[in-house]
């Protein structure tokens, strides 16, 4: 079983940064493919970015750009860079994890099993 725990959300005015972090439970971190998702009030539930067990990335592309995933596999940690936010990304932000490898991490909420409880960002002046 695989805990996330996120961390670093807020409220931030428009062309702003923020820098969201996840924290992982689990031995086999650097086997895991990571992502972040958000869901917006009365939105479902969407892709923002995923890095895989290889370092392989894939974006949005109303993200890419603009926010960067990375991951410190010495820490079994996944950060979430923001740059440049805009009120049309105001949402809560989820981590998640799954122990499957593809060579492109998948953008799809199912091939994911652990989530965290989500943080939530809000770009607003």
């Known amino acids: 079983q695989v805990q996330l725990v996120e961390s670093g959300g807020g409220l931030v005015q428009p062309g702003g940064s923020l820098r969201l972090s996840c924290v992982a439970s689990?031995?086999?971190?650097?086997?895991?493919?990571m992502a972040w998702f958000r869901q917006a009030p009365a939105k479902e539930r969407e892709f923002v970015t995923a890095?895989?067990?290889?370092?392989?990335?894939t974006y949005t592309a109303s993200t890419k750009g603009r926010f960067t995933i990375s991951k410190d596999n010495a820490k079994n940690m996944v950060y979430l860079q923001m740059n440049n936010l805009k009120p049309e990304d105001t949402a809560v932000y989820y981590c998640a994890a799954s122990d499957k490898r593809a060579v492109t991490p998948s953008s799809d909420l199912k091939w994911y099993e652990y989530w965290g409880q989500g943080t939530q960002v809000t770009v607003s002046s």
């Open positions: 890095i895989g067990w290889n370092g392989g990335r």
């Open positions: 689990g031995r086999t971190f650097s086997s895991y493919t």
